[in-house]
């Protein structure tokens, strides 16, 4: 079975440009969380959908971010507009059902803003 | 704000060695996750530790709750260079929440 999948694996964009990450979840899982890893803050959750449903975004650093889940098959983390110090490895993860059960991890996508 | 400690941060041994990592926290957990993370990937689960005082183990891996569950280690027998990875704690009260991890290199 394939796992959860992110694209792109590496972005690499100017300081002010638009960033679009994307997230295909496990099929059959209703939960989908965003996280973000620098070597300052370590992992972090930015936001969690139950159900497509945005459940908890505290985690969101600032209104630059937004996250999207249309379905239960896709989401977006978008940074409009991006800044250095949004750098980091953004991560995607899904659960049969919320932070109870298992989380599986993509790979990861490399944002670099220079 | 780190709700979790992780020791060492660094640790490099030859092949063969064992080691412990530790994660201890201020307050009780009430659950708390391993997770093993190699370069280039996301972070894999290993086990959940639920009750205080509890021992898992996963071959070579051994995982230890402690009584009050405000600490937990995880003790690897013989290394080998397979083991060389980021070694994560985290709770999981209604989120999970990272310690800053363990790097662990096993050198053949």
């Known amino acids: 079975d394939a796992g959860v999948i992110q694209s792109p694996r590496h972005e690499v964009t100017e300081m002010g440009q638009e960033v679009t990450l994307r997230c295909k979840p496990i099929?059959?899982?209703?939960?989908l969380f965003w996280y973000r890893q620098t070597m300052m803050r370590g992992l972090e959750l930015l936001i969690y959908?139950?159900?497509?449903?945005?459940?908890?975004d505290s985690g969101m650093p600032e209104d630059r971010f937004s996250a999207k889940m249309p379905n239960a098959s896709f989401s977006t983390l978008k940074i409009q507009p991006s800044e250095p110090r949004d750098s980091a490895v953004y991560f995607c993860?899904?659960?049969?059902?919320?932070?109870?059960?298992?989380?599986?991890f993509g790979p990861g996508t490399r944002l670099t803003v220079l | 704000t780190q709700l979790l400690e992780q020791s060492p941060q660094f640790l490099s041994i030859q092949e063969g060695e064992n080691l412990t990592v530790y994660c201890n926290s201020s307050?009780?957990?009430?659950?708390l996750q391993w997770y093993r993370q190699e370069p280039g990937e996301g972070p894999v689960l290993l086990v959940t530790?639920?009750?205080?005082?509890e021992v898992k183990k996963l071959k070579r891996l051994t995982f230890q709750f402690g009584d009050a569950r405000k600490d937990s280690s995880l003790h690897i027998t013989a290394a080998q260079p397979g083991d060389t990875g980021l070694y994560l704690c985290?709770?999981?009260?209604?989120?999970?929440?990272f310690g800053a991890g363990t790097t662990v290199t096993v050198r053949a």
């Open positions: 959908f139950n159900n497509n449903v945005p459940i908890d």
């Open positions: 993860a899904s659960s049969t059902r919320g932070h109870t059960d298992t989380q599986y």
């Open positions: 985290a709770r999981n009260d209604y989120k999970l929440s």
């Open positions: 307050s009780v957990f009430s659950s």
């Open positions: 530790v639920v009750t205080g005082g």
């Open positions: 099929s059959g899982h209703n939960s």
